[in-house]
Each structure stands twice: as C-alpha cells, then as structure tokens.
C-alpha cells in the first residue's frame, strides 16, 4: 500500500473575500499535494474556514448579517476560489460543523485529564466598546483608539509554561520541524525565553463553541481552530480514518501565526497524548505595488479579481516561481505580466508548439523513430537525468522556485539543442531525414518529460502539451516512470496541435501598455458610419463566388502564407491567402468560402494568386467568411 501525505492550508477567517495572500499558500500546498501524487503517495490535502470568534461576530453585525449566515457566504467564496484556480483538496473543513465542535470537546477532554487546564482570572486593559482585551502594555485600543478599562474575568488555562523543555526538547530532535530554518531558530530562542500559560477561553462574547458543565465559556478561537486539522480528517468521529492520516506531513502557514502553530500546537498535541506534526512549512508575506496590501490603500487583490482576468496556471506559475518558500514578495501587474510572458508563452509555450508543429509537417504527425545518437543528443538525455533528479531533490525539500529554476534550465537547453541542430533546415533535405526524425524525437521526449515535471505547478498547460504529444494525462499515468527517459512511443499520433500559453498584455489589466495602444488605434475597424458611400454599380463590379477548399498547405518559408486550391463549381483555381497563423491547413479541407473571382492575378512569395478568400479581420486576425446551408459551387455573393 502506498504511504499516506497528509497536508494542510491555515483555516481562513471568512470576515471577508480571499486575497492574493490566501491564494498563496493554497496554492503551494496544492502545488505539493499534487507532486506528492505524482510521486504515488496516497495524499490527503485539508483546506477550510475558521468561523467562530470576536472578529466574526463583529464582521456580521457590520454587514447586517447574523454570523452563520456571513460565514456562509465566505465559506461558499473561498470553496469557489479553489474551485477556480484548479486547486483540489480531499477534505474542507468549516469550524462551524457539528464534527469539529465534537473534535473539539474531546481534545478539552483529554488535556484536561492529563491535568493541564485550570480555571483562574485573566486580567488586561479591555476595550468595551470593541470586547476585546488589548495587548499588554498597551493604554488605548490599538482598533479604535478609545481609553480601556482593567478588567479581570474567569478563564480557563492552558498549562503552557510546562511545555519549555519539552518543545525544546522536540525541536532538538525534529531540526527541521519549522522550515525554513530561520523560523526554526526564531521559536527555538522564543521558547528558550519562557512560557506563560494562556487563556483558552472567552466569557465577553458568544459566537464561538461552548464549554460543556460551563457553557458562559466558549472556547478561545486559536483552541477552537487548531483543532481543525484534527477534526477534519475525522478526530472524535472516525477514529480509524484519523489514525491513517495523523500525524500531518506538512501545515503550512503564514509567517504572521507561526507561534499559535510552532509553540501552542505541539503543545495541546502532546498534552492530548497525540503526536505533532512532521513539519510546520511558512511562508512569507506578498506586499502589493510595493506595499502592505489593503482596501483602504486600494491596492487589494481579491483572488475573484485575479481568477477572472487569469488563467489558473499563470497564477500559480507566478507565484510559486517568483519567491522563495519563506521569503516576501511584491506582486504588481507588470512584474506578472513580464514573467509569464518570458517563461509560459515564450519558453514552455513556444518550445512545445514549434517542436509539435515539425512532428505535425514533417513526420505527417507521428512521433518519429529516432536513429543514432550523435554529439548533442546524448548530453540532451543526461541533462534531461539530471534535471529530473536536482528537481525532485528540490521539491521534496519543499524548495520549490529553486525546482522550477532546475526545469527551466531543460527548456533552455533544449531551445540550444534545436538551434544546433537546425531542424528546418534538416527538412529540406530528404537524406536527412533520419536525423531529422532523431533530433525531433529527442525534443519531443525532452518536452514530455518537462510537461510531468510541471504538471504539479502549471496542471491545465501541462495536461495540454502532453495531450498534444498524443500520452496519456490521467494520473496513473503521469508517475514517477513518467519522468523516465525513453517512454514516448514510436510511431504514436500526436493530438492537435494548438498553442499553450498566450502573451499577455498589461493592458488586459487596464493598465496600457505602449505597445497595445498602438495596436489598438491601428486595428481598431473605421467606425461604419465614417465610410464613403458606394453605388450597386460599384458593389457589382466585385465578382464573389461560393467555393470549396479542396487542398490547402503552407507557402514554403512563409508562416502567415497557405496555398489553398479552390473549387469554384466549373473550374479550381489557386488562391493563396495570409491566414496561416490562424487557420492549420488540415482543417481547411472540404470547407466552403467565399472567394472573389475577378481580382487581378498576383503573385505572393512567389506563389500565383487567381483571386482571395473573404475573411474578417478581428483585431488584426482573420476569420474565414463560410456557409452553414447547403450551397452550389461557384453561386454568386449579391
Ligand atoms: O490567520 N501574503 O486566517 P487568515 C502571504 N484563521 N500570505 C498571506 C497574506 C499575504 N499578504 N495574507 C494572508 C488566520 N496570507 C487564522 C488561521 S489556522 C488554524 C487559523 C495567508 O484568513 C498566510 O498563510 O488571516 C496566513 O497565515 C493566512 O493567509 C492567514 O489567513
């Protein structure tokens, strides 16, 4: 049977929507489920909601809502957001189910037959009109500013301060329990310095689970939420479920609640009698434009904002490459738009497509037989090793820009393979057709194994190239042996071909780029209104007729040129046509046109032209006029 992977996301406050911040960390731990997978582990990935607690309350008296109806409504926002980005988890869990409220009360149960909570006072500075104790130290409420009051109120504890040697302890022998390592060594001085035990119960406000025997106590929200990963996958309801995936693997978080998880968390576990988890992997802060993101600011981005005008992979892409696990970034439309255009569209993407597009015009698109190796194809297949290796040393050390830097150095080189090699120019040689069909192969198999590496990072593009390359995508088949030189087969059809990432345009995020703006006057259609007015006499002097293609094929040299044979009813004429970009000249065979009959002939890259086809120009790029009833050939347009 295979070993079990289980991981988790923090539990997100539903006060409001999903941001670029929570996209983050679900994206890494989906990132790693899903090459958890590929490496044939039986992965459990648990996201959710943390709904209870002051903030929630007071967030729904705001909106005019009661709390179970506003935690609805963020819940069903942050499960559609996943949903959107491609993120799949196995288990979400809401805090306001009737399965954790039980995981819950037996967690309290077992701590406090271990003898480790207590009922005493809690005394602080309180903010009445905001409920809530204010930091110590502090006079006034850092919320909003009002004089506070001393207070002191019944509360049940936590014995944290018997936890010191046993934390330390455990993080001795677990060194690489919080990773990185600088947030390891930040809660080892933490603990060092002493531990206070803390209040794990409410009494000022209702919204939260209550205290069974004691029910004007509710839990404290952090007790309350941790004990999400346990209930989740099962903690006083299923038991044997529970046990085959505790401990977790790997929870990943924010570096903003590194304590409740690196200190608190094993504690309650421990007091619990369970084990804590095997890593605790934080993750650094993204700054917005250079700054703290938020509304009042106006530089908040909800992740709906970026789910529509994205695709999924580029997000994903984006982020997971862009910085280091740990480490803080800045996100700004220009540095997005630069990166994906450099790496998707020009590397990945256009690798895939004009290796697929040789297969497709010289090999009839069949995967050619490759012959013998020679000078650069055997430092190709062991870079192509190598890679595989450095990228799955870097993924399982959750390392995973410093993985996806490995992969684009097998892009790179596999672009310097081509330009070696010439393939083109191979082509027109027909006693080199034997290397053609080596070099052609070897890139082909190059960019497979490239499309199993990135299919946890960038799963819609990855699926794609390997659809086109005519394998199989469901995840049986894109395991570990996927990764293994030599499995493309000779002789298999290739899919078709159709490109993988389009460029991006800044102004797609209505900010306007040089470049479009010119685009933009250049292509936009003149207004009807302005156009002169001509007689029917001058309309009739333009003879359109219904054709149908019968032959089409490419313009030697020419990527925007076809040459298309056109049966016009009583005769076929040859008619050459720039919509070589948009149209692959397979799928022109057998389609009916209009064609304008009497345009003086002309020659294009050498090639005679009798006449064109009626096209649309949409924003530069054409779109065949055709006819969906039954037609004869060669009836004229009027
Ligand atoms: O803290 N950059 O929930 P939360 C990167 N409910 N990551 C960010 C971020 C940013 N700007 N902003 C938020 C809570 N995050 C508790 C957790 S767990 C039992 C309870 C990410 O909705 C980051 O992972 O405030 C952070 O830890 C998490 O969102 C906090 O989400």
Redesign the pocket.
Known sequence: MSKKFYLTT????VNGMP????V??TVIADAIARYKRLCGLKVCALTGT?EHGLKIERAAREQEMSPQELTDKYAGEFKKTWTTLGIEFDEFIRTTEARHSVAVGEIAKRIKESGFIYLGEYSGNYCVSCEAYVPEGEKSCPDCGRATEFMTEESYFFKLSLFQEKLLSFYESNPTFVMPQTRMNEITSFVKGGLRDISISRTSFSWGIPIPDDEKHIYYVWFD??T??LSGIGFGSDESKFNKAWPADVQ???K??LRFHAVYWPAFLMAAGLEPPRHILV????TVNGEK?SKSRGNFIGADELAEKLPADYIRYFLLREIPIGGDGDFSYEAFVKRVNSDLANDIGNLASRTLKMIQNYFDGEIPEPGASEGGDGELISFSKETVELYRKNFDNYEISKGLENVWELISATNRYLVANEPWKLARDQGKKERLATVLYNAAETIRILAAMLSPIIPDGAVSILRQLGVKTDLESIGLSSLLWGSLKVGSKIGEVEPVYPRLDLGDFGMESPAKAEAKVERKPASIKESPLISIEDFAKVEMRVGKIVKAEKVPKSSKLLRLIVDLGDEKRQVVAGIGEAYEPKTLKGRLVAVVTNLKPAKLMGVESNGMVVAASDEGNPVLVTFNEDVTLGARLR
């Open positions: 923090p539990l997100y406050y941001h670029v911040g929570h983050y960390t943390d939420a941790l999400g990963y990943l978080i924010g903003d609640i993750n650094g802060w993204w993101m």
